[in-house]
């Protein structure tokens, strides 16, 4: 069953280390304003899974991140949001993979379930019936034992 949640609100993500980020409700326009971004379009076409799964990552984050806490400059101080602090933070491996577990892989899991579907009762996506049957055991082996 799909558990809708109808709340529109921001909701804040612990991505680690200090950091928190809120962002915004994960939602088809964003998934499509990300896969629409210039980085994302502009991907060679040779682009491995690692460097689409980046660029997919900053262009929704760029989007979707509208405040955080506890990211800060080389000297401690907090900076504020722009579309380069964001790259940089993902540019980070475990912030990165935090955000994809805790934002991202939840749109693509949607994605995985709407395309999922029980096997029909009958016609060509019917369930096969097993067809194995258990081996006998040889006459060798049933004397031995």
């Known amino acids: 069953m799909l558990k ?3 709340s529109n609100e921001p909701a804040w ?3 680690g280390h200090g950091v928190r980020v809120q962002l915004r409700p994960l939602t088809t326009a964003l998934m499509v304003a990300a896969r629409n971004d210039p980085a994302v379009q502009n991907l ?3 682009a491995g ?3 689409s799964a980046l660029a997919f990552a900053k262009a929704l984050a760029r989007i979707a ?3 955080w806490e506890g990211v800060g400059n080389a ?3 907090p900076i504020p949001i722009s579309p380069e602090a964001i790259d940089a933070l993902l540019d980070l491996w475990p912030l990165f993979e935090a955000f994809q577990t805790g934002y991202v892989a939840k749109g693509l899991l949607l994605e995985q379930e709407k395309n999922a579907s029980a096997l029909s ?3 060509s996506s019917a369930g096969a019936r097993d067809t194995a049957r258990p081996a006998r055991a040889s006459a060798k082996t049933a004397r031995k034992g």
């Open 4 to 6: 809708l949640d109808l």
């Open 13 to 15: 993500l612990d991505l």
């Open 65 to 67: 991140i509208i405040d």
């Open 75 to 77: 000297d401690g101080n």
């Open 44 to 46: 060679p076409e040779d």
């Open 49 to 51: 899974d690692e460097e």
């Open 121 to 123: 009762p009958n016609g």
